[in-house]
């Protein structure tokens, strides 16, 4: 489903408009499905510092105006948001690019483990 982004909250997660059909745009919260990027508001000076740069490595990423594509959408826990996978014409799969750049870690749901010591 074609999207364009329009702002980056942390390093997982994007607002975005999204095109249901020829006339209708959803904006919507997108979670980047099977990954978790450190917190914003973190608890430890170090997952904090790695929040900033998964968040600014998204912005880079995803520039504001940059089409995207979303597949294997799912609903999400929070109303408003949705989890999808997020696919760059230029750099692919965006949550593997997370991954590999070590900002962000593979989550499959429920418990997630903390980015401190």
């Known amino acids: 489903m074609p999207a364009v982004v ?11 408009h999204v095109l249901v059909s020829d006339d209708i745009n959803v904006d919507v919260r997108v979670r980047i499905a099977n990954i978790d990027a450190p917190e914003i508001h973190g608890r430890c000076e170090f997952e904090t510092m790695l929040a900033h740069r998964a968040r ?3 912005a880079e ?3 504001i105006g940059e089409s995207v ?3 294997d959408i799912r609903d999400d826990k929070y ?13 692919g799969d965006v949550g593997r690019v997370m991954m590999t750049e070590n900002l962000a870690r593979k989550y499959d749901g429920g418990h997630r483990d903390g980015w401190c010591d």
């Open 6 to 16: 329009d702002y980056v909250i942390d390093g997982d997660t994007f607002g975005a």
């Open 56 to 58: 600014d490595r998204l």
């Open 61 to 63: 990423l995803l520039p």
């Open 69 to 71: 594509d979303l597949t």
């Open 79 to 91: 109303l408003g948001r949705i989890d999808a996978r997020v696919i760059h014409a230029k750099h």
